[in-house]
C-alpha cells in the first residue's frame, strides 16, 4: 500500500502553479557548500523588473510566488516588494532565507503582515558550531535559530497561518547528526517539513569538497535511519532534492520527480547551446572527480557523445524486423526470443533542438539500476529501467544476473 503522504505531497504541488522570483544575487552567508558563489554579484533586481516579472506571473496564471536570491532578505527594497505582490493578489507568498534577518523581530513582523505565510529556512544543523562553520559566519546559527522561533512567534501573534519548511543540505559535517537535527527541529519548534539536499559539486562546495562531500556507501546508514525514521512517523513530510537515486531501493517513493532534471538543465541553457551548436564541451568536463559527483552526470555525458563522438553521431541503424526486438528493457527483464534495443539521444539525430532533446531523455534515456545491480554480470553494459518504472514498482524488479 503506497503512502497516503504521496497523495498529499502531489495534491500540494497540483495545486499551485509556482513563479520564482530572484531578487538579488547577494547573501549574508560564505556558506561551505554555495552553489552560486561565482555569481555572488552586487545586484539587486530594481522594482520596475519586479514589476514586470509579476505582470507576466499574472498573465501566465501563476498563483504562488516563490522569493529567493541570493539570500531576498538582503534585498534593501524587500518592504517595497512584497507591496507590490500583494497588489497581484496572489494565492500564495513563500520566501526562500538562511533565517539570519528574521531575528529581527519588526523585520519578521513587517514580512507576515505584508503577506509572505510560507518560510522555507536553511537549517543545516541543530549545533551551533556545525551551523556557524556552514554558514561562514561566527553567530550566523543562532541568529538563523532565533529568527526561526520569532517566524513561530509572530505568526502566532498575528494570527497568519504560516507555513514553515527547513532545508538542509546533506553534508560531511552534519551526516552523522542528520536525524537528530530534524528530532530536535520537530520537537522544540513544531517543524515536520524537511527538504535534505544533495550538494553539487559547484561554487564553493567543490573548492571545500573534501569537507562537504562524504563517501555515501559509508554513510548511507545515517540517512537510512532518518527515512526509516519518517516512515514510522506520519506526521513528517520529507523530500529528497538531487539525491542518488541507486541508493534508495525501499524508498523509491522519494526518488526526486524525473522532470526536475530538465529544470536543472534550463538553468544551464547557455552552456547546453554552446555544446550543441558549437561542439564547445561544458569546462567542468576537465575534471573527471567533479563529474562522478554531479547530478548531472548521465545527461551531461549522453549530451556530449551525441555532440562530440563522431561514430556515434549517426542514427543506428535497424538489425532487423522492428517486431524482433524489445525496447529499453535490462537483461534481467528480457522477452524470450526477443533482441533488446536501448533508445539513444542518436535516434534524433541530426536534430539541435534543446527542448526536443531534454525532453527525449527525460522520457526514453533516464534510467536506473540499484545498488544491488553492481553485482549482476551484465552491470557494465547495462543501461537499467527508465526511472518511472522504478518510481512505480520499485527496484526489487530488477534480479542480478550471476
Not at 110 to 116: A, D, M, Q, R, S
Not at 165 to 186: H, R
Amino acid at each position: 500500500m503506497k503512502d497516503e503522504r504521496l497523495f498529499v505531497k502531489k495534491a500540494a504541488i497540483d495545486k499551485y502553479k509556482i513563479y520564482w522570483l530572484s531578487i538579488t544575487k547577494q547573501c549574508n552567508n560564505n556558506c561551505l557548500f554555495c552553489l552560486d558563489k561565482e555569481n555572488r554579484k552586487n545586484y539587486h533586481l530594481g522594482l520596475d523588473e519586479i514589476d514586470r516579472n509579476l505582470a507576466l506571473a499574472q498573465k501566465g496564471n501563476y498563483n504562488k510566488i516563490v522569493i529567493s536570491g541570493g539570500d531576498p532578505t538582503v534585498h534593501p527594497d524587500l518592504f517595497a516588494i512584497l507591496k507590490l505582490i500583494g497588489k497581484y493578489n496572489f494565492e500564495k507568498v513563500q520566501i526562500i532565507s538562511n533565517g539570519r534577518m528574521f531575528a529581527d523581530t519588526k523585520f519578521t513582523t513587517n514580512c507576515i503582515k505584508l503577506g509572505v505565510d510560507e518560510f522555507t529556512l536553511s537549517l543545516h544543523s541543530h549545533r551551533f558550531d556545525i551551523q556557524d562553520k556552514l554558514y561562514g559566519k561566527k553567530g550566523a546559527g543562532q541568529q538563523a535559530q532565533q529568527g526561526l522561533a520569532n517566524i513561530i512567534k509572530i505568526s502566532r501573534l498575528l494570527k497568519v497561518p504560516s507555513i514553515i519548511n527547513i532545508d538542509i543540505v546533506i553534508n560531511k559535517q552534519n551526516v552523522t547528526g542528520l536525524l537528530d537535527t530534524i528530532k530536535y527541529y520537530s520537537e522544540k519548534y513544531g517543524v515536520y517539513e524537511y527538504d535534505l539536499l544533495y550538494p553539487v559539486p559547484f561554487g564553493s562546495a567543490y573548492d571545500n569538497k573534501d569537507e562537504i562531500f562524504f563517501d555515501l556507501n559509508e554513510d548511507f546508514k545515517y540517512i537510512k535511519a532518518v527515512l526509516d525514521f519518517y516512515r514510522e512517523n506520519k506526521d513528517y513530510f520529507i523530500w529528497l532534492n538531487r539525491f542518488p537515486a541507486e541508493y534508495l531501493e525501499g524508498y523509491e517513493d522519494l526518488i526526486q520527480d524525473p522532470k526536475k532534471i530538465i529544470d536543472e538543465a534550463r538553468g544551464r541553457l547557455g552552456q547546453i547551446n554552446d555544446l550543441i551548436n558549437n561542439k564547445k564541451p561544458f569546462a567542468c568536463k576537465q575534471e573527471e572527480q567533479r563529474c562522478k559527483l554531479c547530478n548531472f552526470y548521465d545527461l551531461c555525458q549522453k549530451l556530449h557523445e551525441y555532440v562530440l563522438v563522431p561514430d556515434k553521431s549517426k542514427k543506428i541503424k535497424q538489425l532487423g524486423p522492428d517486431d524482433q526486438f524489445v525496447y529499453d528493457l535490462p537483461v534481467c527483464l528480457a522477452i524470450a526470443n526477443k533482441k533488446i534495443r536501448n533508445s539513444s539521444l542518436n535516434d534524433l539525430y541530426p536534430s539541435r533542438n534543446i527542448e526536443e532533446i531534454m525532453n527525449f531523455y527525460q522520457e526514453k534515456l533516464y534510467k536506473l539500476k540499484s545498488i544491488n545491480c553492481r553485482q549482476c554480470s551484465h552491470f557494465d553494459d547495462c543501461a537499467g529501467v527508465h526511472i518511472d518504472i522504478i518510481r512505480n514498482k520499485g527496484f526489487k524488479i530488477l534480479k542480478p544476473i550471476r
